[in-house]
């Protein structure tokens, strides 16, 4: 069964850092882009970043350019978002997507464009 597991979410104060893991398994995670996208209460789903099968290709949403990084260590099937300097603006669930390699910037961040989703994870950045 293809699966996507989110983990590392919690409560964090603002400035703070968090890092999120997505964990893939049940498929060839390396042959898969993975991207992170996050819904706040009351809002519509955004994309947050997004990397390559190999990791050479990234994109940040300009709500977290400078904030966060993703990474990913396809060895281990897992995807990792960094977060740092975070606001209360950042709070949501976030949530990964597996999907095949976009090439257009514009596209990366299409939720249709992603086969396999996790469950979320919460992330809350209160003080």
């Known amino acids: 069964q293809l699966q996507l597991v989110e983990s590392g979410g919690g409560l964090v104060q603002p400035g703070g850092s968090l890092r999120l893991s997505c964990a893939a398994s049940?498929?060839?995670?390396?042959?898969?882009?993975i991207a992170w996208f996050r819904q706040a209460p009351g809002k519509e789903r955004e994309g947050v970043s997004y990397?390559?099968?190999?990791?050479?290709?990234?994109n940040y949403a300009d709500s977290v350019k400078g904030r966060f990084t993703i990474s990913r260590d396809n060895a281990e099937s897992t995807v990792y978002l960094q977060m740092s300097s975070l606001k209360p603006e950042d709070t949501a669930v976030y949530y990964c997507?597996?999907?095949?390699?976009?090439?257009?910037?514009?596209?990366?961040?299409?939720?249709?464009?992603?086969?396999?989703w996790g469950q979320g994870t919460q992330v809350t950045v209160s003080s």
């Open positions: 997507a597996a999907g095949p390699n976009i090439g257009s910037d514009y596209l990366r961040f299409m939720e249709s464009a992603y086969n396999y």
């Open positions: 990397i390559s099968s190999t990791g050479i290709s990234t």
């Open positions: 049940g498929f060839t995670s390396r042959s898969h882009a």
